[in-house]
């Protein structure tokens, strides 16, 4: 299925640079790069892609018909979802964990699938504690609190894409986005990391106040 | 009991592993290479007592002849005749003088538990290997004789705080002892002593002179006389009132031990006795020490613009003994720092190291395990006159000429200089992510360090040994080689986030407040990289030293995260 040739490869690993790569806590390099490859093609223009891959975009009703699924099962069987699985690495699909690869992936699909444009290498969380026209966080820190603490997946999709509502649904990476969801996934599995700096709470929190820090000093 | 006419009551620690109870002149045998005592504050006292009779019993005149005695240590028979005439001075019990007791019996006071013999709580901190084993707790209620001596001894060159009218030690209370001991876990009893003995004219302070030591001078055996009772001013013993050797067996403490016909079985070592001691008499106003003393196993301290003041002896710390107290253990500063370090440990640095090293290119068969040393660091934990245990650490010594200790000792300096920072900074930031306000954090924090220095410490002196041997290369260096403060800057900088993260980040993540923590880490880390404004140290230590403040090959994924 993977249309992308010998010739290609080299190209592919630019897709996420070294410094986006470091950055991730939750997905592979392989993983990241079908990420990025998967919403341009979902998302972008046909000008704008042109200039990235010579790979063709998808239908624009294949977005809508995603954007349109409220749980993660309904978005299991959308055509956008199975693009995106094909892509994915063998490790990643042949995983024996299926079910919760599955559940994971389609989650990752349905909220970035409300991601317009893309500023590669910055997090979704710096983007929330950006400061708004209010003088204020884009998102407010006690909203930004629930995101912390969601419970089910379909609370965590439903924030996220409320989040990126918020966002302007632009200025943030996707590659980065889909990690978020990817490492909240993997501590909801119970695989939470040794170094704390490496979880979920602190990574969207570090973004988040690191972003608001910037400005915040100059209102107390 | 006679402590010296050959009864065999010094636990000591045999080649094969077992524990034989033998007379102090076998302390030269062969196949004794410890000592085992019950109690880890016995261990050090014990030594103490071995090195005060050695000084006084086998006066030396030079190094040459300390060096004849390493390589060929006395017979215990030979130590046994030396001890001969001291014998009259260490009996324990008796209607004569009694070993370091008052020569009153003290009849007008009350007895009291022989526990009172004790310093609180020894084994409650860190001990060493070997030692904590014999270590037993609870109740104390009867004591061997050879238990009630090393308790009595201990407590005499300790003697911590009291209250009024309750001397403390010559070396004030609860004093650091620093010792040189071999690395090698082989070294006999007697090479480990032998490093600590001193030439007797090293022993002689201002205003002493130096006499033949004999059992019946009053001013070098306090107890063969009327107690010198300090119930009155002007009655401070200063040191040029008594004997030179008098700095090992001091005796601020009035105490008899009533001593009974028993049998039964001693509550610290377990051994069966005939004879007990379960009550003691004690008594205050003994000899109040005054004065510049200086003992030789103690180092001081003294302040270099205040040069009146006495030095003072150097004591445990309530938040623990590290590498950062190293320098002022081992390398001299008075003019500087102000840190004077013991009289051994600067006699073994400066002299008998040469000696030994000078031996062996002659061919002499000085052993080879005598190339490593280390320094054994021991004394009370005392936190506001409280005793909460007792410290046993050792550190590693380095091999160096004396004229390349300036430079060692700057560059040491610098390093742990900057490691204090980094400790004070990394605290702090814990606090800031513990706390709402900083001024609401009045917890001990001082476990932070004790934790930082501790995860520090091999680096601290596998840097200090790199740093040695570049100045026994090339002597005239002045300047720290960057790769070498780069990687100590690395090692601190390392350190300091994973003890952050340990401990402000890892508790239960829904009640982790993340603003503050985010937020303090954010501040480490712009002081570890010397780029906020309270960051001028390490900034300094960057810019002197000429490095990048990153390693090519650290991954650091989190220092991007905020606004980009
Ligand atoms: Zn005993």
Redesign the pocket.
């Known amino acids: 299925m993977s249309e992308a040739s010998e010739a290609d490869s080299s190209q592919e690993w630019l897709v996420v640079d070294d410094q986006e790569l470091k950055s991730l806590a939750a997905l592979s390099l392989d993983e990241a790069v079908a990420v990025r490859r998967w919403w341009q093609r979902l998302a972008l223009s046909p000008v704008e892609l042109k200039q990235l891959t010579p790979q063709p975009g998808l239908p624009r009703g294949v977005r809508a018909a995603l954007r349109r699924c409220d749980t993660p099962d309904a978005a299991l069987l959308t055509q956008a979802f199975r693009e995106l699985w094909h892509l994915l690495p063998e490790a990643t699909v042949e995983s024996p964990f299926i079910e919760a690869q599955l559940e994971k992936w389609s989650c990752i699909a349905l909220v970035l699938a409300e991601l317009r444009n893309e500023t590669p290498g910055k997090a979704l969380a710096a983007r929330l504690g950006q400061q708004a026209s209010t003088g204020k966080p884009i998102m407010s820190e006690l909203r930004f609190q629930q995101i912390l603490t969601c419970r089910t997946p379909e609370e965590l999709v439903q924030r996220l894409r409320r989040a990126l509502a918020l966002a302007g649904r632009s200025e943030m990476s996707a590659v980065r986005l889909a990690d978020v969801v990817a490492l909240w996934w993997r501590e909801y599995s119970g695989e939470i990391s040794a170094r704390p700096t490496h979880r979920f709470g602190f990574m969207l929190a570090n973004d988040y106040f690191g972003a608001a820090a910037s400005y915040r000093h100059e209102d107390t | 009991m006679n402590l010296l006419n050959g009864a065999r009551w010094l636990p000591c620690l045999m080649r094969d592993g077992s524990v034989e109870y033998r007379p102090p002149a076998d302390m030269a045998h062969p196949d004794v290479i410890n000592l085992a005592c019950?109690r880890a504050d016995f261990q050090a006292g014990a030594y103490q007592f071995l090195l005060g009779l050695l000084q006084t019993a086998l006066p030396l005149a030079d190094h040459g002849e300390w060096l004849d005695y390493l390589i060929e240590p006395p017979r215990p028979d030979t130590l046994q005749k030396a001890f001969a005439p001291l014998e009259s001075a260490f009996e324990l019990d008796g209607d004569g003088p009694r070993f370091m007791q008052d020569l009153d019996p003290l009849d007008d006071v009350k007895d009291t538990s022989v526990s009172a013999l004790l310093i609180d709580s020894p084994g409650a901190s860190t001990i060493t290997k070997n030692i904590d084993l014999f270590v037993k707790r609870g109740r104390v209620d009867a004591?061997?004789e050879?238990?009630a001596a090393l308790a009595l001894f201990t407590m005499q060159v300790n003697a911590p705080a009291g209250g009024a009218g309750i001397r403390v030690g010559l070396r004030g209370g609860g004093p650091l002892t620093t010792l040189v001991m071999p690395e090698s876990a082989d070294a006999t009893l007697w090479q480990r002593l032998w490093l600590n003995v001193l030439p007797s004219s090293r022993l002689v302070q201002q205003g002493q002179r130096w006499t033949e030591p004999r059992s019946d001078d009053p001013d070098l055996f306090f107890w063969i006389a009327d107690t010198r009772i300090s119930d009155k001013k002007g009655t401070e013993v200063l040191p040029e009132h008594v004997h030179p050797l008098h700095a090992y067996w001091s005796v601020p403490r009035r105490f008899r031990l009533l001593i009974e016909p028993d049998k039964c079985s001693?509550d610290?070592?377990g051994?069966e006795t005939d004879r007990i001691v379960r009550q003691v008499r004690g008594k205050k106003q003994g000899a109040n020490y005054d004065g510049p003393w200086q003992h030789p196993l103690t180092p001081y301290r003294r302040d270099p613009k205040k040069p009146a003041e006495l030095p003072l002896s150097q004591k445990g710390q309530p938040s623990g003994l590290g590498y950062r107290h190293w320098p002022g253990l081992v390398l001299n500063d008075p003019e500087g720092s102000g840190t004077m370090p013991a009289a051994v440990v600067l006699d073994y640095i400066n002299h008998k190291q040469k000696l030994v090293d000078e031996e062996r290119r002659w061919g002499e068969d000085v052993q080879a395990l005598l190339k490593q040393m280390r320094l054994w660091i021991s004394g009370y934990d005392l936190d506001k006159g409280k005793t909460r245990g007792w410290y046993s650490v050792e550190m590693p010594l380095v091999e160096l000429p004396e004229s390349s200790q300036d430079i060692l000792r700057e560059w040491v300096q610098q390093l742990t200089g900057l490691a204090q920072q980094v400790a004070s900074a990394t605290r702090n930031q814990i606090k800031a992510a513990w706390f709402k306000r900083l001024a609401d954090a009045k917890g001990d924090m001082s476990q932070v360090d004790k934790q930082f220095f501790s995860a520090t410490h091999d680096a601290f002196f596998h840097t200090v040994s790199r740093l040695t041997a570049i100045l026994q290369e090339k002597a005239e260096t002045t300047v720290m080689p960057a790769d070498i403060a780069q990687s100590w800057y690395l090692v601190l900088r390392r350190e300091a986030l994973a003890l952050f993260d340990d401990q402000a980040l890892s508790g239960a993540q829904e009640n982790m407040n993340w603003q503050r923590a985010t937020d303090a880490r954010r501040q480490l880390q712009g002081f570890l990289s010397g780029r906020s404004k309270g960051s001028k140290a390490v900034k300094d230590f960057i810019s002197q030293h000429g490095f990048a403040p990153t390693a090519q090959t650290e991954k650091s994924p989190l220092t991007q995260g905020g606004a980009a």
Do not use: G, I, T, W
């Open positions: 019950p004591m061997c050879a238990c001693c610290l070592c051994r």
